[in-house]
């Protein structure tokens, strides 16, 4: 068995330069408050996993780090933006440095993402022995939603286009064990307008996403023609 519980790294960039790839459907206060509300969905669903360890938001926006430390995460401030992958690895670090035996991140937007979920992939990763990986590959099968590394220091993450495909290599070249454990809801982050529609099509009877509007939809179906 793996051990003790997971800690959970959630990298959030600076809420103004977050969804830059919707900027075609979305104005910037709509994308900012779509990331916050993102946010607030997937604490939500860490909070209810009882097989989880502490979460930890890696952020440079104080609004960010207000929101995340409401919810009862604990935050790690960056002095700027570095990106996903050095935010990760910098939350990895912390959890490693507090005694963490095993860490996560998932990405901050994939509101979809469940409890139950969640609970499946900590009890997968925990029936494996040794160091290893397990990876959730995002829907497309290109990117990487879920990278659970035990311990922390294992590997460092390397997000982006083609993640999955280069994590998984990264892995037989370094000789560890990865395993792949897929998850439907973890898998579809929110990042081409196509996303967007799916996540609507989702939320539709959730009012904490009534600002996004049929016009939005709309627009969104039309960018894709």
């Known amino acids: 068995m793996s051990g003790a519980a997971p800690w959970a790294i959630v990298p959030v960039k600076s809420l103004d330069a977050a969804k830059q790839r919707l900027k075609a459907v979305l104005p910037l206060e709509a994308r900012r408050r779509l990331m916050r509300v993102m946010l607030e969905d997937v604490l939500a669903t860490l909070g209810q996993v009882e097989g989880l360890g502490p979460v930890l938001v890696v952020t440079p926006d104080a609004l960010v780090a207000e929101l995340a430390a409401s919810a009862g995460a604990h935050v790690l401030r960056e002095a700027e933006d570095r990106g996903h992958s050095a935010a990760a690895i910098a939350g990895f670090r912390q959890a490693q440095a507090r005694g963490a035996t095993r860490a996560l991140t ?15 992939l900590i009890a997968f990763d925990a029936g494996l022995t040794g160091p290893h990986l397990t990876l959730v590959p995002a829907h497309d099968g290109d990117g990487t939603n879920g990278f659970l590394a035990s311990p922390p220091e294992l590997m460092a993450p390397s997000f982006g286009p083609g993640s999955f495909a280069r994590h998984r290599a990264d892995a037989a070249g370094r000789r560890i064990a990865c395993h792949v454990h897929e998850l439907p809801g973890l898998a579809l982050d929110i990042d081409a307008p196509g996303d967007l529609a799916r996540l609507m099509a989702h939320k539709q009877r959730c009012p904490r996403y009534d600002f996004l509007g049929q016009r939005h939809l709309e627009t969104t179906s039309e960018s894709e023609r």
């Open 106 to 120: 998932l990405p901050a937007d994939a509101p979809l993402v469940t409890a139950a979920e969640l609970d499946s």
